[in-house]
């Protein structure tokens, strides 16, 4: 606790003696229509306050930039109450509501990307509950998204909203943020403190930790273009090929399109796949064009046997593009393993081609 010297106690009692009792009504209605008086006086000053604003957001995120796009979305989002405040120069709340959004925003971080399912989420998410920010600021510097200076900003936003909220002029008047004498003591000080402050910066810092903060709840697929692509063409093509293409109108009646359209799927991943898993497709093709043109001329024979080879080179290429995954996103397996069609349903012919028993 700081020494609170004589000087300093009178200069406060004088402030709040002037500031509550001397220039204002004691009626509760007069009171009130003062207070009244207070924000519309608050608000004759809006354009420069608007400016002053806006200002530090362009110095932070230039207009037109990819990262302005993403400071307005959030701001659109969750920033119109500390707008609000903001314009009616009720710093106080502001500064209340400012560490509030970073912490939930920052918690409900932590809570979407670390479950692993539906039992591990319960847990993680009532053990994060009892968190506040101050708990939580190291884990996003060590996850390299904040630096040092913002674990700071997060740590002194949140001391000086417990001692607004906790009604400690003291620690309101000692912050970093306040930039006071930490010689204030009575809880009516903190108001007249607050008001004083310029909460422009600390508006575009709050925003500045939760955009920084959104990156740990982007996929990683995102932030790795190789990652992606091969993402979404794996994904869309394993599906595909343990259907041996039976599913697809394509491969109906001996359709001479198939090929065409069998060669334009595997293509992609050929162009994204690694040398392993192209040698494996080429093989996959090869085969799957030998089992429709045993499906084609009634060969049942040959068609059970083609059948009962793809087993083991399915489950290969799986686990291939598996490992082609992981090069980006290490230790996640994500992706299921289909049931092999059942080929017995398509055996039954009809006009010299096959067609699926109902």
Same mark, same amino acid.
Not at 95 to 114: K, P, S, T, V, Y
Not at 195 to 205: A, Q
């Given at each position: 606790?700081?020494?609170l ?62 990262n ?5 979305a959030f ?15 009720? $710093?106080? %709340? #502001?500064?209340? =509501? ?9 918690? &409900?971080?932590? !809570?979407? +990307?670390l ?26 510097? $060590?996850? %390299? #998204?904040?630096n =040092? ?9 949140? &001391?000086?909203? !417990?001692? +607004? ?5 003291e ?57 992606h ?17 039976l599913t ?8 001479p399109?198939f ?14 796949g ?14 799957v ?45 994500i ?9 017995k349903?398509?055996?039954k ?8 028993n109902?």
């Amino acid at each position: 606790m700081a020494k609170l010297n004589s000087t300093s106690k009178q200069k406060e009692a004088n402030e709040l003696l002037s500031d509550k009792i001397a220039d204002k009504p004691l009626n509760v209605r007069d009171r009130l229509n003062s207070i009244v008086n207070d924000i519309e006086k608050s608000l004759k000053y809006k354009d420069a306050k608007i400016t002053k604003l806006t200002s530090e957001i362009d110095k932070k995120y230039p207009p037109q930039s990819v990262n302005r796009g993403l400071y307005d979305a959030f701001s659109a989002m969750s920033m119109d109450t500390a707008y609000s405040l903001y314009l009616l120069n009720n $710093n106080s %709340a #502001l500064i209340i =509501e400012l560490q509030g959004a970073l912490e939930r925003f920052c918690l &409900n971080a932590l !809570n979407d +990307i670390l479950p692993i399912n539906d039992v591990a989420k319960s847990i993680i998410t009532d053990a994060f509950d009892k968190k506040t920010l101050k708990d939580i600021a190291k884990y996003f510097q $060590n996850w %390299a #998204l904040w630096n =040092e200076d913002d674990v700071k900003f997060a740590i002194e936003l949140t &001391n000086l909203r !417990n001692g +607004i909220a906790h009604k400690n002029a003291e620690l309101v008047s000692r912050s970093k943020l306040v930039k006071s004498n930490g010689q204030y003591r009575h809880p009516e000080s903190i108001h007249s403190l607050m008001s004083k402050v310029d909460c422009s910066e600390y508006i575009v810092r709050t925003m500045e930790l939760i955009i920084k903060a959104s990156g740990l709840a982007t996929p990683s697929f995102i932030k790795q273009p190789r990652l992606h692509a091969r993402y979404q063409i794996y994904t869309s093509l394993i599906g595909e090929i343990y259907n041996l293409f039976l599913t697809n109108p394509y491969a109906q009646n001996g359709n001479p399109l198939f090929e065409t359209y069998l060669n334009d799927r595997l293509s992609k991943a050929y162009v994204v796949g690694s040398d392993e898993l192209v040698e494996q497709l080429q093989e996959y093709r090869k085969k799957v064009l030998l089992f429709h043109k045993a499906l084609e001329t009634r060969n049942d024979d040959e068609s059970i046997k083609l059948h009962s080879e793809f087993g083991g080179l399915l489950h290969s290429i799986l686990v291939i593009m598996r490992k082609d995954l992981n090069v980006d996103l290490p230790n996640r397996e994500i992706l299921e393993e289909p049931n092999l069609i059942d080929v017995k349903q398509y055996i039954k012919k009809s006009n010299g081609s096959f067609i699926q028993n109902k």
